[in-house]
């Protein structure tokens, strides 16, 4: 009786298997799976649509950066659904929070999926030609010709004829022979092709034969092919990588220059007088600057407006803008009169101290006299702004303090401080009373203005708009009308307690907005760099081609041998744009030309 055992193993010693760390399971892996799915290309397309889609309400909706009044306004007229806009940021778009988080999170997709794509190119651009495929009649192009030589020899005039594309020539025995080695790579001298060969032994004997010998298929001789793998079009890939490489730059470049960059923007009068120097914040109208600019470190430099000129086509659409302005660079130590003089245009800014001053916008400025009953005068020129831009009418508004000592007791002397509020018409044209514009020249300035007497909030200390009063006052009757008159250049009108309002011309203002990016340069070189490399990754075309050169039986001739080679050539696009066309199998068939033949030198430049 044959006893039976059974080998069981104790299962019960066996320790279950360890369950990951919690910090693995519920810190690392779903952070690892966020980073994936942020870093991926459809990640980076959905955030460039949303950017796109979030940056619609600033092109509708009034921004407070460029124009705080008419944000207000529009707040205003619109109850409870302009204050939620509010809150929903949808007056500051592009200093929002949900905006810059869609900036940031799109930044930071394609800086993660532009990384591994450059590490890809850049092993492409160092990449190997493929070794040639098992069958060569699959591939799209291909050609088989017999020609008289040994294989070696006719590897290297093919090698000669595909100057300018890497290649690489390798020796192996036959298939049909069953033998199989081991292949290494020799370099040949002066040619810059690499050959792979390896021992070999003489079937039947064990011999060992040097790798030199060719074994051409004669009687005691291992019949070997030689294969040459030769590409063409790697600058393809080093034009991707610069693309990436340039692409990044850019991202970066316009993240730096949105840090340390600003931009201010301040009205002036064109008479001479009225200036600007960049040395603090204050001197603006408004001034929007970057997370890292404190306006401590600004650039100082002054300029003042001599005049400014504009053309109109005959609709009243502005023609042209030019400026004819001074500045002096750093703080002004000399007079005025002896600084540089320049012409600010339309696209074509001042550059000075690093800094750009541009011409945005214009208007007229009226200027009013008031003489109060002791005689005393007070002039002011205050720019008025545009309401319609195709005929220059423009709005706006000036306060004029009383005298000091005319009126001792303040609130009898804040009584009587007087404003002026209407309208200005560079060529008037009269509807009964009603004023209109004509034209945007100023051919016959006029103005049709209110004169309230009262108290303008001067004395309050609170900020006022300086293009209206404040209709609070107005309706509190601290501030009283008093007339209402239309007045022509040199015109006036007198109150009932002799005070004399007279309109005396006009003078233009510029808007000047003062520009600092210190990423600039940066942006555009690395513009024009990721435009050149497209352009190469667009215009290099990839090709492959392989040749397979096979020795058929040697004859003899008399008491010569002759050597003959079966050539198959097969080539390959890696792209649509890169196509053979319909003369591979010609130029495939000058490849075993010998290449001090012109022709074939010829064919081999086509290639």
């Known amino acids: 009786m044959t006893e039976v055992t059974t080998d069981r193993r104790d299962t019960a010693d066996v320790p279950p298997p ?100 450059m590490i890809e190119h ?83 004997s064990g011999a060992t034969r040097s790798a030199g010998d060719t074994g051409g298929g004669a009687a005691g001789k291992r019949p070997e092919v030689v294969e040459v793998s030769a590409e063409k079009g790697y600058l393809r890939e080093f034009g991707n990588l610069v693309f990436h490489f340039a692409l990044l730059a850019l991202l970066v470049s316009i993240a730096l220059g949105k840090l340390y960059g ?29 997370n890292l600019v404190d306006g401590t470190d600004l650039q100082p430099f002054c300029i003042r407006v001599d005049s400014f000129d504009a053309t109109f086509l005959p609709n009243g659409q502005p023609d042209m803008y030019s400026s004819e302005v001074r500045y002096t660079e750093g703080t002004p130590s000399t007079d005025a009169s002896t600084w540089p003089t320049a012409r600010i245009r339309v696209n074509e800014p001042l550059r000075v101290a690093g800094d750009r001053v541009y011409v945005l916008g214009n208007g007229f400025a009226p200027t009013f006299t008031v003489t109060f009953p002791n005689g005393e005068q007070r002039t002011q020129t205050v720019p008025f702004v545009p309401d319609e831009l195709q005929t220059m009418m423009s709005s706006g508004a000036i306060r004029f303090d009383t005298p ?35 034209s945007p020249e100023p051919n016959d300035p006029y103005v049709a203005i209110r004169i309230y007497e009262g108290d303008t909030g001067l004395d309050t200390g609170l900020p006022q708009n300086a293009y209206s009063l404040d209709q609070s006052l107005i309706d509190q009757g601290r501030l009283q009308q008093r007339a209402q008159v239309n007045l022509g250049q040199g015109d006036s009108h ?3 307690d002799g005070t004399v309002v007279r309109f005396d011309g006009y003078q233009r203002w510029v808007s000047m907005q003062v520009s600092h990016d210190p990423a600039q340069i940066w942006v555009l070189a690395s513009s024009i760099v990721m435009l050149g490399g497209l352009l190469v990754s667009l215009l290099i075309r990839r090709r492959r081609i392989w040749v397979r050169l096979v020795p058929v039986t040697t004859s003899d001739s008399g008491e010569e041998t002759k050597r003959r080679t079966v050539v198959e050539i097969a080539g ?36």
């Open 494 to 496: 007198t109150l009932a």
């Open 18 to 117: 360890r369950r990951p760390h919690w910090f693995r399971r519920r810190v690392l892996w779903p952070a690892r799976n966020m980073w994936r799915s942020l870093t991926s290309m459809r990640t980076a397309l959905i955030l460039l649509f949303l950017l796109a889609l979030a940056a619609i309400p600033g092109a509708l909706l009034p921004q407070r950066s460029l124009n705080e009044q008419k944000t207000l306004t529009y707040i205003a007229d619109h109850g409870w659904v302009g204050e939620t806009m509010d809150r929903l940021q949808l007056f500051d778009v592009f200093s929002s929070a949900w905006f810059t988080a869609i900036y940031v999170l799109l930044f930071v997709s394609l800086v993660g999926c532009l990384t591994p794509r």
């Open 122 to 204: 850049f092993h492409n651009l160092r990449a190997k030609p493929v070794a040639a495929p098992r069958n060569l009649k699959r591939l799209p192009r291909h050609v088989t010709i017999e020609v008289d030589g040994a294989p070696e020899e006719i590897a290297e005039r093919v090698s000669r004829n595909l100057r300018g594309w890497r290649r690489v020539i390798s020796i192996r025995p036959s298939a049909s022979s069953g033998a199989t080695r081991s292949a290494r790579e020799r370099s040949s001298a002066g040619s810059g092709v690499t050959r792979s060969a390896g021992e070999r032994s003489s079937v039947g």
């Open 572 to 607: 390959l696009a890696r792209t649509d744009q890169a196509g053979w066309g319909e003369g591979f199998d010609e130029q495939a068939r000058r490849l075993v030309i010998d290449p001090d033949d012109p022709g074939a030198a010829r064919a081999a430049r086509r290639l």
């Open 404 to 438: 000091a000592g005319l009126y001792p007791n303040p609130d009898e002397r804040r009584n009587h401080q007087i404003a002026v509020e209407g309208l200005f018409a560079p060529t008037a044209n009269f509807h009964g009373t009603l004023l209109t514009s004509a």
């Open 262 to 290: 600003y931009e201010g923007t301040r009205s002036l009068v064109a008479d001479g007088e009225q200036g600007l120097c960049n040395t603090s914040t204050a001197v603006y109208d408004s001034f929007r600057a970057g």
